[in-house]
């Protein structure tokens, strides 16, 4: 039976806890998803899907597939933003959801290059384009189902619980990983046993249905269906009343974007190649990180409630900055403690400083008309620069010379110089950098009413504190 609150104004302590669980839940399992193909890039698929190159060409070539997922999320991020806009947050969260798990269980199936040679490449990328598709679209409904229900008072808090899906899912799927390669030898991971947790994800994906059918239609968005004032173009009115506010929401995810798939997946390939780690200590620090992140993003948010979200945020920024050397000067020290505290802290601490009110940040300053899909495009056209070209920026700017070869033909050397961990810091500096100026373009949204209709803009105007 469902959850009908889609007409109250002011959920109960029950229905917000009913709400959030729904947006946690279906966000974590998309994110599952999305981190179990990342992990699989840099432990698998180069030798299942690219065994005629070398070991470092294989994972670039295998990281380039990967950066197809992150190409595919501003163009998902329209269409379910158009989509949420038009029909409604719930049955949208519905549809990326299935996207998500048909795409990924088909990974599972798929055959190595042993099998179809360069067509087996060709179809994993386009199911890789297809979850690049389906948590571009999943993101903003996530966070504007917790938020336009708590819209009144606690943004930051509320909306900061659908950002629990992204740690969370990458310590069941790191975990995942991490039981399978326990109970089998390495040939039969890398033969069948790499397949399991993606079969796992049909499963989650039928209890991530089932709770979100249970939810109805946002407080907000119901009074726009209500009063018919639904935008004919979506897409259109958020360019054309929110432009500046779609970009500068982009510039600020630099911050977090980049330096996230840096901390949860290209420190695995560092760990492993440079440092000769046990991949199981790197995997289980990861999953301790992302268990620890998931206490300190709602805690983050909250205090983002009471400071101001852009103050806040701008701090994150400069810790961001500070931390990009002491990260490396501490894996590189060879204690396997020292390297489980740099990937802590680089998660639970530095990314989660800004990851935690940054849904709020963006979503809060875009009309219930166009909410879904402005917010949507000011965080997902971050994707592509800041988030799948990191791991492969980072490789390169690691290793200084890197040899592509097209299945063993004419080589294409990619030659910047002498590589350096000392490069790969000032990339997250001037990423870092390009945010913090982006957060000082945006106006301070924490107390803004956000409720309205009519206006083509949130309105800057306080909520007092008794409206609670």
Known sequence: MATNISSVDDPTPQQMRTVIISSTIGTAIEWYDFFLYGTMATLVFPKLFF????????????????????????????IFGHMGDKIGRKSTLVATLMLMGISTFIIGILPG?????????????????????????????????????????????????????????LALSTIAVDI????????????????????????????????RLRIMET????????QNREASSPLLHAFRHSTPEILLSAGSRFVEQAPFYLFATFVVTYGVDKLLLS???????????????????????????????????????????????????????????????AVILSLAIFHSWVYGPQAAMIAERF?????????????????????????????????????????????????????????????????SSISFVSVLGLKEMTHADISGTEEDKVSPVLILAGED
């Not at 996530?142 to 629990?164: D, I, T």
């Open 51 to 78: 065994p005629t190159s070398d070991h470092t060409v294989g994972t670039l070539l295998s990281l380039l597939t990967f950066l197809v997922g992150f190409l595919a999320r501003p163009f998902g991020g329209a």
């Open 367 to 431: 009309s219930t008309r166009s909410r879904y899909s402005g917010a949507s495009l000011g965080y997902q056209l971050a994707a592509p620069l800041a988030g799948g070209l990191a791991p492969i920026i980072a490789l390169l700017l690691l290793n200084g010379k890197t040899t592509l070869s097209a299945l063993g033909r004419s080589d294409v050397v990619v030659n910047i110089g002498a590589g350096s961990w000392q490069a790969v810091s000032i990339y997250v500096i001037v990423l």
């Open 113 to 169: 290059y042993a099998t179809l040679g360069i067509t087996a490449a060709i179809l994993v990328t386009i199911m890789r384009l297809c979850q690049g598709l389906g948590v571009g679209g999943e993101w903003g409904g996530s966070v504007l189902l917790a938020m336009e229900y708590g819209h009144k008072s606690n943004r930051g808090f509320w909306a900061s619980w659908p950002q629990l899906g992204a740690p969370l899912g």
């Open 279 to 341: 991949k199981t200590m790197i995997l289980n620090s990861i999953v301790a990180a992302a268990i620890l992140e998931m206490c300190t993003i709602p805690v983050f948010g909250a205090l983002s409630d009471r400071v101001g979200r852009r103050l806040w945020y701008l701090i994150g920024c400069g810790l961001m900055i500070a931390f990009a050397f002491p990260y490396y000067l501490l894996m590189n020290s060879g204690s396997p403690v020292l390297f489980a505290l």
């Open 219 to 226: 407080p907000l968005f119901a009074k726009v269906k209500e």
């Open 180 to 211: 399978v390669q326990a109970s089998m030898s390495a040939d039969s991971f890398l033969s069948w046993g790499w397949r399991i947790p993606f079969f796992v994800s049909a499963l989650l994906i039928i209890i991530g249905l089932y709770i």
